[in-house]
């Protein structure tokens, strides 16, 4: 599904990634572990197609996405889900129409129902009619991840998904998202912590100063 080969990416003189190569299949469940300024931030929004690498090729579906100093295809045009440490909802939409934001197919009706499903698989059962400003940050996490979930995309990219919860939040979470997580859907969690990379991934790469240190089942 997706391939990284040599990435280089550095922004002025600054290296941020060094020499990143590796292969996701489908369904697999890849964690990148890491301390802080280790380049997993960097990696995702590459794959993402937020920035390009300096040098190298991002291909995902067996087509070039990015290239040295390009994108070639833009981040809504490649069929991926994102969630992100800092949950970003649109203020003025209700949770559900947070979690349907991204949804394409279907009428109003069967993408609010598609939504709900996904909230009620992250614990919101109920709370779809819920205004975003009166969500905790657990509920505003569990509705970010909502709308990864809902997306239906093939790989989803999970940046820090537990970074800003509590200790029996991230418990709970844990086990929902791992139900969903691999099969005929791909993903990438970001982590700095070990147990969360052992227990999602399938697979781990260890990064550390822009570069892959380790890659171990």
């Given at each position: 599904?997706l391939?990284?080969?040599?990435?280089?990416?550095?922004?002025?003189?600054?290296?941020?990634?060094?020499?990143?190569?590796?292969?996701?299949?489908?369904?697999?469940?890849?964690?990148v572990?890491?301390p802080?300024?280790s380049?997993?931030?960097?990696?995702?929004?590459?794959i993402?197609?937020?920035?390009?690498?300096s040098?190298?090729?991002?291909s995902l579906?067996g087509s070039?996405?990015?290239?040295?100093g390009?994108?070639?295809?833009p981040?809504?045009?490649?069929?991926?889900?994102?969630?992100?440490?800092?949950?970003t909802?649109?203020?003025?939409?209700?949770?559900v129409?947070n979690?349907?934001?991204?949804?394409?197919?279907?009428?109003p009706?069967?993408?609010?129902?598609?939504?709900r499903?996904?909230?009620?698989?992250m614990?919101?059962?109920?709370?779809?009619?819920?205004?975003?400003?009166?969500?905790?940050?657990?509920?505003?996490?569990?509705?970010?991840?909502?709308?990864?979930?809902a997306a239906?995309?093939?790989?989803?990219?999970?940046?820090?998904?537990?970074?800003?919860?509590?200790?029996?939040?991230?418990?709970?979470l844990?086990?929902?998202?791992?139900?969903?997580?691999?099969g005929?859907?791909?993903?990438?969690?970001?982590?700095?912590?070990?147990?969360?990379?052992?227990e999602?991934?399938?697979?781990?790469?260890?990064?550390?100063?822009?570069?892959?240190?380790?890659?171990?089942?």
């Amino acid at each position: 599904m997706l391939s990284l080969n040599a990435i280089h990416w550095r922004i002025g003189s600054q290296p941020l990634l060094e020499a990143v190569s590796f292969e996701l299949a489908e369904g697999e469940v890849l964690a990148v572990l890491g301390p802080s300024g280790s380049g997993k931030t960097s990696l995702l929004r590459l794959i993402a197609g937020f920035a390009a690498p300096s040098a190298g090729r991002i291909s995902l579906r067996g087509s070039t996405v990015s290239e040295a100093g390009r994108v070639q295809i833009p981040p809504e045009r490649r069929g991926l889900a994102l969630a992100f440490q800092d949950a970003t909802l649109l203020p003025h939409l209700d949770a559900v129409g947070n979690a349907a934001f991204a949804l394409r197919q279907g009428s109003p009706a069967q993408r609010r129902a598609q939504a709900r499903e996904a909230l009620e698989a992250m614990g919101l059962t109920g709370m779809d009619g819920r205004e975003v400003g009166t969500l905790s940050g657990g509920e505003a996490q569990r509705v970010s991840l909502a709308r990864a979930l809902a997306a239906d995309a093939g790989l989803l990219l999970l940046d820090e998904p537990f970074g800003n919860v509590d200790r029996l939040t991230r418990a709970d979470l844990l086990v929902r998202l791992k139900s969903h997580l691999g099969g005929r859907r791909a993903a990438i969690v970001i982590t700095h912590d070990p147990a969360d990379a052992v227990e999602l991934g399938a697979r781990v790469l260890l990064m550390k100063h822009g570069r892959i240190v380790a890659d171990a089942p």
